[in-house]
């Protein structure tokens, strides 16, 4: 994989320029984004639909989405260890048509354990296409700007939860889950598409070795980033995988009261991602810092506000804000310190999220089967993020010091 470094103001790197323009490609790579994260995140809001279609119980059918979890954790590193040798550009088509491949063989696919199958293989390219997505939008900007690039681009994850998951809700609800899973292929392929004809063709490195993108990962900074994402995010997740039950049996808010929340939600997503990637342009560490303490904070309110629907509201917005605003400053942060394991470290940081994903719904699971109240989630989230927040700090301690210097290159 090709390492282009990342231009630094004053540099006599030119930056990559896009065969159609900056705007266009940015534009592109979040409409992956948001493609990938609804393909992602869609199966959440059809889940009763898909489960009594294959004849399966709601807790049997969420095996599907830890079928795509797990495929997640494994692809990242394996299909950029594999990929090593490919251009950013020809990495990315690759991995869309192995979604897009995914994506179909779901809706083929006649029982519970073959669509599982399905499910995993779909998960595959979805931290690489992150990851190198992110990598490709700091390249076209100046250093300065990283963070705004990285940012915008990610947006479409939250942009995801904001529109493109409910809309699959619907299709599903009215065509069928497989109808659903079927756009979300056609728009992978567009995706597809676009990279064509929108993203530069940047020169792969056909002598580099699969080897030594492994052993660029002995950076200490890389590896406490990741465990920073693998904690950090988990108490969003312990909280989100049972908001609706929440809302239901505590709040006991009406069933049409429940979308609103979950648009809540994105919509904090979005402008959580949108505030971290200004701050990371401005000071990355107090970004990082900044997102995990105002989480725990959020968390820590979680179990004061469950019967108070504006106060649950507010909390249901600012949980995500804060964890979203962690995104860009890590991914970021890998950019500086992962010397020419870019692509890997980049598409390891979606692993760990999902990793995060596992950790808190695992939390949140265990603090309910020992009676401990839906409450008792915000405090294992907040507990999540004070973690992620001293292994953070643990990392600034350790580079100053190291007297390291930030490398870009």
Same mark, same amino acid.
């Given at each position: /994989?090709?390492?282009?470094?990342?231009?630094?103001?004053?540099?006599?790197?030119?930056?990559?320029?896009?065969?159609?323009?900056?705007?266009?490609?940015?534009?592109?790579?979040?409409?992956?984004? #948001?493609?990938? %994260?609804?393909?992602?995140?869609?199966? /959440?809001? /059809?889940?009763?639909?898909?489960?009594?279609?294959?004849?399966?119980?709601? !807790?049997?059918?969420?095996?599907?989405?830890?079928?795509?979890?797990?495929?997640?954790?494994?692809?990242?590193?394996?299909?950029?260890?594999?990929?090593?040798?490919?251009?950013?550009?020809?990495?990315?088509?690759?991995?869309?048509?192995? #979604?897009?491949? $995914?994506? *179909?063989?779901?809706?083929?696919?006649?029982?519970?354990?073959?669509?599982?199958?399905?499910?995993?293989?779909? =998960?595959?390219?979805?931290?690489?296409?992150?990851?190198?997505?992110?990598?490709?939008?700091?390249? /076209?900007?100046?250093?300065?700007?990283?963070?705004?690039?990285? $940012?915008?681009?990610?947006?479409?994850?939250?942009?995801?939860?904001?529109?493109?998951?409910?809309?699959?809700?619907?299709?599903?609800?009215?065509?069928?889950?497989?109808?659903?899973?079927?756009?979300?292929?056609?728009? %992978?392929?567009?995706? #597809?598409?676009? *990279?064509?004809?929108?993203?530069?063709?940047?020169?792969?490195?056909?002598?580099?070795?699969?080897?030594?993108?492994?052993?660029?990962?002995?950076?200490?900074?890389?590896?406490?980033?990741?465990?920073?994402?693998?904690?950090?995010?988990?108490? @969003?997740?312990?909280?989100?995988?049972?908001?609706?039950?929440?809302?239901?049996?505590?709040?006991?808010?009406?069933?049409?009261?429940? @979308?609103? #929340?979950?648009?809540?939600?994105?919509?904090?997503?979005?402008?959580?991602?949108?505030?971290?990637?200004?701050?990371?342009?401005?000071?990355?560490?107090?970004?990082?810092?900044?997102?995990?303490?105002?989480?725990?904070?959020?968390?820590?309110?979680?179990?004061?506000?469950?019967?108070?629907?504006? =106060?649950?509201?507010?909390?249901?917005?600012? *949980?995500?804000?804060?964890?979203?605003?962690?995104?860009?400053? +890590?991914?970021?942060?890998? @950019?500086?310190?992962?010397?020419?394991?870019?692509?890997?470290?980049?598409?390891?940081?979606?692993?760990?999220?999902?990793?995060?994903?596992?950790?808190?719904?695992?939390?949140?699971?265990?603090?309910?089967?020992?009676?401990?109240?839906?409450?008792?989630?915000? @405090?294992?989230?907040?507990?999540?993020?004070?973690?992620? +927040?001293?292994?953070?700090? +643990?990392?600034?301690?350790? +580079?100053?010091?190291?007297?390291?210097?930030?490398? !870009?290159?």
């Amino acid at each position: /994989m090709t390492t282009d470094p990342i231009p630094t103001p004053g540099s006599t790197i030119p930056l990559v320029e896009a065969p159609h323009g900056r705007t266009a490609a940015l534009a592109l790579l979040t409409f992956g984004t #948001f493609v990938v %994260g609804t393909g992602e995140f869609a199966i /959440m809001g /059809m889940l009763p639909e898909f489960a009594t279609s294959l004849g399966l119980s709601t !807790a049997d059918a969420g095996y599907a989405i830890t079928a795509y979890a797990l495929g997640v954790v494994v692809g990242a590193p394996l299909i950029t260890i594999l990929g090593a040798r490919l251009s950013r550009r020809e990495l990315l088509l690759v991995l869309l048509l192995l #979604f897009c491949f $995914g994506n *179909v063989l779901s809706i083929a696919m006649p029982t519970p354990g073959l669509v599982e199958v399905a499910r995993f293989i779909t =998960g595959l390219p979805h931290g690489a296409l992150f990851g190198i997505s992110a990598l490709v939008a700091a390249s /076209m900007v100046e250093r300065k700007r990283r963070g705004w690039a990285v $940012g915008r681009v990610l947006s479409g994850i939250a942009i995801s939860t904001l529109i493109g998951a409910p809309f699959s809700t619907f299709a599903a609800d009215h065509f069928g889950w497989r109808i659903a899973y079927l756009i979300i292929a056609v728009f %992978g392929f567009v995706t #597809f598409l676009g *990279v064509l004809r929108y993203i530069p063709a940047d020169k792969p490195n056909r002598t580099n070795s699969p080897l030594r993108e492994v052993t660029a990962l002995g950076n200490a900074q890389v590896l406490l980033t990741l465990l920073t994402a693998a904690i950090g995010f988990g108490g @969003m997740f312990a909280i989100y995988t049972y908001l609706t039950s929440v809302l239901v049996h505590v709040t006991q808010v009406p069933e049409w009261e429940v @979308m609103i #929340f979950m648009v809540i939600w994105g919509a904090g997503m979005l402008v959580g991602a949108n505030l971290g990637a200004w701050l990371v342009d401005r000071n990355i560490d107090l970004a990082a810092l900044l997102a995990l303490a105002g989480s725990a904070v959020a968390m820590v309110a979680f179990p004061a506000v469950l019967h108070s629907v504006p =106060g649950l509201a507010l909390d249901v917005f600012l *949980v995500p804000a804060f964890v979203n605003a962690l995104g860009p400053a +890590l991914q970021t942060r890998l @950019m500086d310190f992962a010397g020419d394991a870019q692509t890997l470290a980049a598409s390891l940081n979606h692993s760990a999220f999902n990793i995060a994903n596992a950790l808190g719904a695992s939390l949140g699971s265990l603090l309910l089967a020992h009676h401990y109240g839906y409450g008792a989630l915000g @405090m294992g989230g907040a507990l999540l993020s004070v973690a992620g +927040l001293l292994v953070y700090l +643990l990392a600034v301690v350790l +580079l100053k010091r190291g007297g390291q210097i930030q490398n !870009a290159e």
